[in-house]
């Protein structure tokens, strides 16, 4: 079974701009959470997406965004790129999101934003 | 408040070794706890999660984590460090989000160095 895939896996943009990361989750899975890894701020919540609603979200600004499609994969959006926003977001997927199951990460996408 | 506080930045040990990786916790509730490994330019990797029953929960590669409700601790442990698992690991607990559904909170990790 293939694991979770994200793409790209690096990025360079500058100051303003907006982004778009994709993620597939493994097949059958149907929730994907979205986390951003800083060495400063650690792994934080963004959101989780189950049978395309976002179900859960954590305390990012509105600049960024998601969604999940029919087939589950899922797309994460940042608007008006801040070089704050330079980090390391990781998807993971789950078979239903439940909070005692486990989750398997994909590699992540690099974000550098100058 | 609930939070996930791992008190090391780094842990070294020489192989074959035990090691113990810290975790404590602060959640409302019966908690829900999880440890992580993270290669390098890699994703996180499942290691091992404690929902209820024993204390002593035993997880992939080698691993076991001891839950402690009294001191709040989830500590990782295994009883001979191999070079192999040198990595960043994580532990988590279930917490609320804003709008009360949950989600996991995690520590700011930990770099476990298995020098040879």
């Known amino acids: 079974k293939a694991g979770v895939t994200q793409t790209p896996r690096y990025l360079i943009k500058t100051r303003g701009q907006q982004v778009t990361l994709s993620c597939s989750p493994i097949?059958?899975?149907?929730?994907v959470s979205w986390y951003q890894q800083t060495p400063g701020q650690g792994l934080q919540f963004l959101f989780e997406?189950?049978?395309?609603?976002?179900?859960n979200k954590g305390n990012f600004p509105g600049r960024f965004s998601g969604r999940q499609f029919s087939n589950s994969r899922s797309e994460m959006n940042v608007s008006t790129l801040e070089l704050g926003d330079s980090a390391l977001y990781l998807c993971?997927?789950?078979?239903?999101?439940?909070?005692?199951?486990?989750?398997?990460f994909g590699s992540g996408t690099q974000l550098s934003v100058l | 408040a609930q939070s996930v506080a791992q008190p090391e930045d780094q842990v070294n040990v020489a192989e074959g070794n035990p090691l113990t990786v810290k975790c404590t916790y602060s959640v409302s509730g019966n908690p829900y706890l999880f440890w992580y490994v993270q290669y390098p330019n890699r994703g996180l990797q499942f290691l091992l999660k404690?929902?209820?029953?024993?204390?002593l929960v035993k997880g992939s590669y080698g691993f076991e984590a001891e839950f402690n409700k009294s001191q709040t601790s989830f500590h990782l442990k295994k009883p001979s460090a191999l070079v192999s698992d040198s990595a960043l690991y994580f532990c988590?607990?279930?917490?609320?989000?804003?709008?009360?559904?949950?989600?996991?909170?995690f520590g700011s990790g930990t770099r476990l160095l298995v020098r040879p």
């Open positions: 988590a607990v279930r917490g609320l989000s804003m709008d009360s559904s949950y989600k996991l909170i």
């Open positions: 404690y929902i209820t029953g024993d204390n």
């Open positions: 993971a997927s789950s078979p239903w999101g439940g909070d005692n199951e486990k989750l398997f």
């Open positions: 997406y189950f049978s395309e609603t976002q179900r």
């Open positions: 097949s059958g899975h149907r929730s």
